[in-house]
């Protein structure tokens, strides 16, 4: 099933890493009575991702905040050695932006964002797309249609519709 407008998201364990090493983050936790955006995109250091998807929301972190959005998101399907690494080399958190990491892509396969592309070494990864939520309930969902593209997903896109 995909995931649309009207939906609750599921309960997800993701992971972060922290002082000591990987830490379990509880999605339900952080969207209980919040608003918050969360895109999700095909992997840490691939081209479109890291060039134009994460910057897009970098550039409109501060007008997501200035809507009342109390979080945003990136979720990614790789480990979270990885999305630290990543994180720190697109400026991301210095942004203002979490990432975590869906290492086992449980999360994106329970909203049907899920694909293979075994070709280019893509397992179980996610399709790229944005969303809005309100206390876990989807407002807003973007899920961009072309591959490599980044015009439906992108922060700016996003923006205007909340």
Avoid at 39 to 54: E, K
Wanted: proline residues 4%; aromatic residues 8%; negative net charge.
């Amino acid at each position: 099933m995909v995931i649309s407008v009207g939906d609750r998201l599921p309960e997800a364990t993701l992971l972060t890493i922290g002082a000591n090493g990987p830490e379990a983050v509880e999605l339900g936790e952080k969207l209980k009575g919040r608003k918050v955006v969360i895109f999700g995109l095909p992997g840490a250091f691939t081209g479109t991702c890291t060039t134009a998807h994460v910057p897009s929301f970098i550039r409109t972190k501060p007008k997501f905040d200035e809507k009342g959005v109390d979080e945003v998101i990136c979720l990614t399907v790789n480990d979270p050695f990885v999305v630290k690494a990543w994180t720190d080399a697109t400026g991301a958190a210095d942004a203002g932006i979490v990432t975590l990491a869906d290492a086992e892509s449980a999360f994106t396969a329970a909203i049907g964002m899920e694909f293979s592309a075994p070709a280019v070494g893509f397992v179980n990864r996610s399709k790229r797309y944005s969303l809005y939520a309100e206390d876990g309930v989807v407002k807003v969902f973007n899920l961009e249609v072309a591959r490599g593209g980044c015009e439906i997903s992108a922060g700016e896109t996003l923006l205007g519709q909340i």
